[in-house]
């Protein structure tokens, strides 16, 4: 079956920095990657997805890139703030009812 | 929107009583919903999958007798713990996927579980 890793598990940035989380995947007939983030205590929330047919997709602060031939995808995001800390998920789906596989999370914390 | 809702969100309960959480899709049917179980500082694991209908799919480990999961229609999912034990506090998410083969996953707010 599908397999995620993600690195690092812990980030730690200053205010403004730019921060990075990277994935790899190991069954290369998956096609969409999503990425949670989730705050102390609450849901995962979905920031941004990228399917297998692009390589790179952005949304203000957030961006996301995939390398289909190395199978890995990474989560950029820029100009970092206090509340952007939390722990970040990546996950891979493959098809039908299969459930995401996720990440074993990247706990980001953004020093003030 | 796809909003998913649970119930309760959280709960503290005695030894050896059961317990049902109820996921559901407010704007949407889900043909499928997961749950998962999440310890502290610690990913999602994920517990089972429920499809509309059929009975539940339980990953490795996770006692299907122990477990009960009942979807009984496209917007309502139980999980049910029975004759829980201290071990079974966490924190416990459902996720629901829309009908008509989409990808993403949409998580409730959770139900914290505290056995005492």
């Known amino acids: 079956g599908e397999n995620v890793e993600q690195h690092p598990s812990t980030l730690s940035v200053q205010e403004g920095d730019s921060a990075v989380i990277k994935c790899t995947y190991s069954d290369s007939a998956s096609n969409y990657f999503p990425w949670y983030k989730q705050e102390l205590g609450k849901r995962p929330q979905l920031i941004i997805d990228i399917r297998s047919n692009v390589g790179e997709k952005k949304d203000q602060r957030i961006a996301v890139t995939l390398n289909k031939t190395a199978k890995h995808f990474s989560l950029h995001i820029t100009e970092t703030q206090p509340e952007d800390s939390a722990v970040y998920f990546c996950a891979a789906f493959l098809s039908g009812n299969t459930p995401l596989v996720f990440g074993k999370g990247t706990r980001l914390s953004v020093i003030a | 929107g796809a909003v998913v809702s649970q119930h309760p969100s959280w709960v503290i309960c005695k030894s050896g009583t059961s317990v049902k959480i109820e996921c559901r899709s407010l704007?949407?049917?889900?043909?499928?919903m997961f749950w998962y179980r999440q310890f502290p500082k610690q990913s999602l694991m994920l517990m089972a999958t429920s499809n509309e209908g059929s009975k539940a799919t339980y990953e490795q480990g996770v006692e299907k007798d122990k477990f009960l999961i009942n979807h009984a229609s496209l917007t309502l999912s139980t999980l049910t713990v029975t004759s829980a034990h201290p071990e079974d506090s966490s924190f416990y998410i459902c996720s629901a996927r829309r009908g008509g083969g989409g990808e993403t996953q949409y998580f409730g707010p959770g139900t914290r579980l505290l056995v005492l």
């Open positions: 704007d949407f049917q889900a043909t499928t």
